[in-house]
């Protein structure tokens, strides 16, 4: 067990419709990474938020945002969501903000497109 | 642009051998690199760092070694096991992790 938790599991829904993916990091990480994984694709870097501030950039879309609250949780929203949004979206977190550190990768949000 | 790459195809090592991993990088020099692992369906979970001034970097039946000159990186599982069968991935990273960048990924498969 990671200590990362991600909710919900699976997410079932329309072209064109709004989602929220939920992200707990691990108890004392700072640092909250969301990752986006098609079907034969690699790991791609969304987004980085350290203690609340973003803090590194990656192939996010326009119509994809996150945030980071106070008690550390993140959220990633996904709006005018297209058949091609569908994949598996990692969080993963830790200790600080550089690449120094091991990332704790929770077991993600499987989200389909219909 | 920065690039990784890894074994595309698929590695098939019989038990007990060596399994040896390669990941290749151009156009960034990292100041630390990682090794994840990957089973289906979950999330990848961290076995290795090394950084730019080891050469290797040991863990059990893991090893792993990073080659600034090369730009390489070679991942080992020694007496390799059906239970070590699982996706590798390898992400050099640079010392402000400015962007984090993964490869694609090495399926091995360890056959009894």
């Known amino acids: 067990d990671s200590g990362v938790t991600q909710t919900p599991k699976h997410l079932i829904t329309a072209t064109g419709q709004r989602v929220t993916l939920r992200c707990s990091p691990r108890?004392?990480?700072?640092?909250v990474y969301w990752y986006q994984q098609s079907l034969d694709q690699g790991l791609q870097f969304l987004i980085q938020y350290y203690n609340g501030e973003e803090r590194a950039k990656g192939n996010i879309l326009e119509r994809f945002s996150a945030q980071q609250f106070p008690d550390l949780h993140s959220e990633l929203n996904l709006s005018s969501l297209e058949l091609g949004d569908s994949a598996l979206y990692f969080c993963?977190?830790?200790?600080?903000?550089?690449?120094?550190?091991?990332?704790?990768f929770g077991d993600g949000t499987r989200l389909s497109i219909l | 642009s920065q690039k990784i790459e890894q074994n595309s195809e698929a590695l098939n090592i019989q038990e007990g051998k060596t399994a040896t991993l390669t990941c290749n990088y151009t156009n960034y020099s990292p100041a630390y690199l990682q090794w994840y692992r990957q089973d289906p369906g979950r999330g990848p979970v961290f076995l290795l760092l090394i950084r730019e001034n080891e050469k290797e970097k040991r863990k059990e039946r893991l090893k792993v070694t990073f080659d600034t000159t090369l730009k390489q990186s070679l991942f080992h599982i020694t007496a390799s096991q059906p239970a070590d069968s699982a996706t590798y991935l390898c992400a050099p990273q640079d010392s402000s992790a400015s962007k984090i960048i993964f490869g694609s990924g090495t399926r091995l498969s360890i056959r009894p």
């Open positions: 108890s004392g990480d700072l640092s």
């Open positions: 993963a977190s830790s200790v600080g903000a550089t690449g120094n550190q091991p990332q704790h």
